[in-house]
Structure formats: structure tokens, C-alpha cells
């Protein structure tokens, strides 16, 4: 009986060595940041800053990591957030006239972010069939629907900025509900729903059997072209919020909003313990990870003489380093 309750023990903090690991790391660089930028870090301007700034990149950072759950990868989030974001941008431009009351401005709003979320949702589809149905490389599959989606914003927006949104869009999107931010609220929503998916439910255990092993599921009876579909549909609506999240912030939507997140949202992925081969991952440690890196970004905007360039160097290296911590960690674990 004990040997199996010790097993039972060795097993869950095996599950959760990981997470463990990046909660040292996350103490170890808020101490490094109080080091190196105390009282600039540490004040309160900063941290509504970073509150502001991680849900977006944040959601972005859980869709991929879901695409690389299933053994594929989305290169085309960012940009279903932003087709997302322009397409219900020019469904409340058209809809929302001068004379509308208040309370009628509010419902086109609200009615915008459903055209944004459908939007995410056929885009996913589409990613999914394409991968799933016609057998493209999830990486060139997405790569193309990138070049789509960028495509198809650059023509409905001219190549520029559109704006000139209803005021109350950004009070809706940069508002609190009591002291906590809409946007952490979406977050957190979010990533509650889509952990329980992975971690609770028939469809987390299909995606990691499928990102194991998809010939296996193939025999195993389930319906592989629906489960990247589904899959491919959660991670659109993720990057569609992420989009509206942008748009409120920035009261303007772009093609190439937040062109930089794509790196930044893989390095978190597997960071978060989201393997790149698939069949492991979590949504805890993708968040964990996500405070991790919003972080270092803040510290290293303390620091005026480090260019946008060697940031993307940074970035870069910390993806390499990560992924070959995860090959030495994993190499010892079956080794054992």
C-alpha cells in the first residue's frame, strides 16, 4: 500500500516538476528585477503597464501552445487577431451611427466582438482542415494562412491604421470590473476553461494522444480530422479575443499589430512546458510563464540603449536555451 501511495506522489511531482522549475524561475527574476530596476520596477505605474500589456500576447501564447499540444504549430495567430479585430472594426463603423443612443452604441460593441470571435472561429477551421483534411504541414499550412490573413487586413485597411471608433470601445475593453481589469478578466476566463479542456475532459486526453502519437488515435478509432479542427477552432477564438484586447487598447486596429508576439507567444508555449514534439503541456505553466516573460519585457524597457533588434536576439536565445534545457530534462527523465 505504501509502495503505491509513493508512486502515486513520484508521479505528481513528476507532472509537476516543470512547473516547480519555472515558479523558482519566476521568484528568481522578480528578485533580478528588484535588483537591477527596484524602485522603477517595483512601482505601481509599472505593474498597471504589465497588467495591461500580458493578456494579449498571454492568449496568444495558449493558442499556439495548443497547436503544439497536437504536435503542429500556428504561425497565423497574430494575424487571425488582427483580421478579427479589423473585420468587427468595419462591422461597428458601418452599423454604429452619429445619432445612437448610448445604450445602442454598447450593444454594437458588444455585437462587434461576436463578429470578431466568429471571425477567429472560421479562420481556425480553416487552419484546421487545411492540416487536417488536405495534409499540409501544420508549420506551412499556417505559414500561408499568415500571408492570407495579413493580406486580407492590409486590403481592408489601405496598409494603414483604421480608427475613428465609437469612445466608448476603449472604456468597455480598458475598464475594471471593481478593482480588476477587463482584460485580466478575459485572460483569466480564458485560460481557466481552456486548462479544464486540456486537463479535464475527453478532448485534452484525445489532443495529447493525438500530439503523441496520431497513428495510434487513427487506430484507436477517433476522428483525427475533428479533433485539429476543434483544436485549431479553441486556438482561433484565443487569438480573436486577443485581437479585441488590441484593438480596445490601441483604439485603431493594424495588419500588423503586435507582429513581434509570434516569437514571443512560442518561446512562452514551450517555456510553459508545452512540448514542440506534442502529448505534454499545460495551460498553468503557459500562464506561469507568461508573467515570466512580461517581466523580463518590462525590465528590459527600463533599459534605453538595448534596440528593438537585439530584444528580437534575446527572444531568439532564450527559445534556443529553453528548448535545450527541455531535451537535457527529458533525455535524464527516460534515461530513469
Request: glycine residues 12%; proline residues 2%.
Amino acid at each position: 500500500m505504501n509502495k503505491g501511495k509513493t508512486s502515486f506522489n513520484m508521479k505528481m511531482f513528476t507532472r509537476d516538476a516543470n512547473f516547480v522549475r519555472l515558479f523558482i524561475v519566476f521568484i528568481a527574476v522578480f528578485i533580478a528585477c528588484c535588483a537591477l530596476k527596484g524602485s522603477q520596477f517595483l512601482n505601481a505605474g509599472n505593474f498597471e503597464s504589465m497588467v495591461k500589456q500580458f493578456p494579449e500576447y498571454g492568449l496568444l501564447a495558449v493558442a499556439i501552445g495548443l497547436a503544439l499540444l497536437i504536435g503542429g504549430i500556428d504561425l497565423s495567430a497574430v494575424y487571425i487577431a488582427n483580421l478579427s479585430s479589423i473585420i468587427a472594426g468595419r462591422f461597428l463603423i458601418a452599423i454604429a451611427g452619429e445619432g445612437a443612443s448610448e445604450g445602442t452604441v454598447y450593444a454594437m460593441i458588444f455585437a462587434s466582438f461576436l463578429v470578431a470571435v466568429v471571425i477567429g472561429i472560421l479562420a481556425g477551421a480553416l487552419n484546421g482542415y487545411l492540416i487536417s483534411g488536405f495534409g499540409i504541414p501544420a508549420m506551412l499550412a499556417t505559414l500561408g494562412t499568415q500571408s492570407l490573413f495579413w493580406g486580407f487586413g492590409v486590403v481592408l485597411t489601405g496598409g494603414s491604421s483604421m480608427s475613428g471608433f465609437p469612445t466608448q470601445l476603449a472604456s468597455v475593453v480598458n475598464g475594471s470590473i471593481g478593482f480588476i481589469p477587463v482584460t485580466v478578466v478575459i485572460f483569466t476566463v480564458a485560460c481557466v476553461v481552456v486548462g479544464l479542456i486540456v486537463s479535464r475532459t475527453v478532448l485534452g486526453r484525445q489532443m495529447k494522444m493525438y500530439g503523441t502519437n496520431n497513428k495510434a488515435t487513427t487506430y484507436a478509432g477517433l476522428n483525427n480530422m475533428k479533433l485539429v479542427i476543434t483544436t485549431h477552432v479553441i486556438a482561433g477564438v484565443l487569438a480573436s479575443l486577443s485581437g479585441i484586447i488590441m484593438w480596445g487598447r490601441y483604439s485603431s486596429c493594424r495588419a500588423d499589430n503586435g507582429s513581434a508576439y509570434t516569437m514571443q507567444a512560442i518561446l512562452i508555449a514551450v517555456m510553459g512546458g508545452v512540448s514542440p514534439n506534442g502529448g505534454k503541456g499545460n495551460v498553468q505553466g503557459v500562464v506561469l510563464a507568461v508573467l515570466i516573460i512580461q517581466m523580463v519585457s518590462s525590465l528590459l524597457n527600463m533599459f534605453n540603449n538595448i534596440p528593438s533588434a537585439c530584444r528580437q536576439i534575446i527572444w531568439g536565445g532564450l527559445l534556443l536555451a529553453v528548448m535545450i534545457f527541455n531535451y537535457v530534462v527529458d533525455s535524464r527523465a527516460k534515461r530513469h
